[in-house]
């Protein structure tokens, strides 16, 4: 019988590295994104999932999937009731590209089914966080791998939304659909992800409301060795490539060796005379209201925009905003 990992279960193995052991890659929306094997949606018709089975399978995953575990059924006949198995029963049709199979005899539900599904169960800012990590080139850690490893893209928001289009069970697919509004691809960590959205989101979401930027956006600069000028691409965390506005996060500026600080240096200066604005962000300005409407100001004047003066409910918008965001990372 087969087993459909789903929900929780299926972005835990997305997270995990063994997700990713002899993937191919494949080039989109100019990022390079994984290629998962695609599998047969008739599995999924022909599925009638063991409890037992899907606990044996969830243990081979080397601890990364946690309890309860999250399986799909295509019937409400088939659905399992096992202890520390959490059955979803879909009765539609699943898109093509809907599963990826597991390193083991199962498997799990592709980045976009797992995004519509998670959309779900989170909350609207926790969705847009989700996408912009499934479309960012980190992993948040889990219980057997802590820290963010560095990975290609998941997927990407023009594949999220093609796959929207397909999706055959409209119902639940309306926070996916408004969250992916505002994610935007490329991200390298969960700051960066905090720091985009705190810029960009609408002021009724408590955000400043400033134009999507790119992140980790290739920047033509030139160099001189020994008395030759030498082209060479600089990376931005965050970019306004049209108004050669650039925002870079440094987590810790104060506690830096000589050489990061030089090469961090030598970086900006070649940035400045590509004529890129360079503002630095540091996690303490992040962390700090103030600070940050600083910042904001800042780049609302470097980039020619105007601050709409916001409601009176703003402010209490952008506290709930900073409250779902920021106490992860202290």
Same mark, same amino acid.
């Given at each position: 019988?087969?087993?459909?990992?789903? @929900?929780?279960?299926?972005?835990?193995?997305?997270?995990?590295?063994?997700?990713?052991?002899?993937?191919?890659?494949?080039?989109? %929306?100019?990022?390079? $994104?994984?290629?998962?094997?695609?599998?047969?949606?008739?599995?999924?018709?022909?599925?009638?999932?063991? *409890?037992?089975?899907?606990?044996?399978?969830?243990?081979?995953?080397? &601890?990364?999937?946690?309890?309860? $575990? @999250?399986?799909?059924?295509?019937?409400?006949?088939?659905?399992?009731?096992?202890?520390?198995?959490?059955?979803?029963?879909?009765?539609?049709?699943?898109?093509?590209?809907?599963?990826?199979?597991?390193?083991?005899?199962?498997? !799990?539900?592709?980045?976009?089914?797992?995004?519509?599904?998670?959309?779900?169960?989170?909350?609207?800012?926790?969705?847009?966080?989700?996408?912009?990590?499934?479309? &960012?080139?980190?992993?948040?850690?889990? =219980?057997?791998?802590?820290?963010?490893?560095?990975?290609?893209?998941?997927?990407? +928001?023009? @594949?999220?939304?093609?796959?929207?289009?397909?999706?055959?069970?409209?119902?639940?697919?309306?926070?996916?659909?408004?969250?992916?509004?505002?994610?935007?691809? *490329?991200?390298?960590?969960?700051?960066?992800?905090?720091? =985009?959205?705190?810029?960009?989101? +609408?002021?009724?979401?408590?955000?400043?409301?400033?134009?999507?930027?790119?992140?980790?956006?290739?920047?033509?600069?030139?160099?001189?060795?020994?008395?030759?000028?030498?082209?060479?691409?600089?990376?931005? %965390?965050?970019?306004? +490539? %049209?108004?050669?506005?650039? $925002?870079?996060?440094?987590?810790?500026?104060?506690?830096?060796?000589?050489?990061?600080?030089?090469?961090?240096?030598?970086?900006?200066?070649?940035?400045?005379?590509?004529?890129?604005?360079? !503002?630095?962000?540091?996690?303490?300005?992040?962390?700090?209201?103030?600070?940050?409407?600083?910042?904001?100001?800042?780049?609302?004047?470097?980039? &020619? !925009?105007?601050?709409?003066?916001?409601? $009176?409910?703003?402010?209490?918008?952008?506290?709930?905003?900073?409250?779902?965001?920021?106490?992860?990372?202290?």
């Amino acid at each position: 019988m087969a087993i459909i990992f789903s @929900h929780i279960s299926a972005l835990e193995y997305l997270r995990s590295e063994s997700a990713f052991v002899g993937l191919d890659e494949r080039r989109s %929306d100019q990022l390079t $994104v994984h290629r998962f094997p695609p599998s047969k949606c008739d599995t999924f018709r022909k599925s009638a999932p063991s *409890g037992r089975d899907a606990l044996d399978q969830a243990s081979c995953f080397h &601890g990364y999937m946690s309890r309860p $575990v @999250h399986i799909m059924a295509s019937s409400a006949a088939s659905r399992c009731k096992t202890h520390d198995v959490i059955c979803h029963v879909h009765g539609s049709r699943l898109p093509t590209g809907s599963l990826i199979r597991s390193n083991t005899d199962g498997f !799990v539900c592709a980045p976009e089914l797992c995004f519509i599904q998670m959309a779900q169960l989170l909350s609207f800012v926790d969705t847009i966080q989700l996408g912009f990590e499934l479309c &960012g080139t980190y992993a948040k850690g889990n =219980a057997a791998s802590e820290g963010v490893p560095a990975r290609n893209p998941l997927t990407t +928001p023009m @594949h999220l939304r093609r796959y929207i289009e397909r999706y055959h069970a409209r119902s639940g697919t309306q926070r996916a659909v408004h969250a992916l509004r505002y994610i935007l691809p *490329g991200s390298a960590s969960p700051m960066e992800t905090v720091l =985009a959205m705190l810029l960009h989101l +609408p002021k009724r979401y408590g955000g400043y409301g400033l134009p999507a930027p790119k992140l980790n956006y290739p920047v033509e600069t030139t160099q001189t060795h020994f008395g030759e000028r030498q082209a060479r691409q600089r990376i931005c %965390d965050l970019i306004w +490539p %049209d108004k050669l506005v650039a $925002v870079e996060y440094d987590s810790d500026l104060h506690h830096r060796d000589d050489q990061s600080i030089a090469r961090d240096s030598i970086r900006r200066v070649e940035l400045e005379n590509a004529n890129v604005s360079v !503002v630095t962000v540091t996690r303490a300005q992040v962390f700090n209201l103030t600070r940050m409407d600083e910042v904001a100001g800042l780049l609302f004047k470097l980039l &020619g !925009v105007r601050f709409q003066k916001p409601s $009176v409910h703003w402010r209490a918008e952008q506290r709930r905003l900073r409250d779902e965001l920021i106490p992860h990372f202290h």
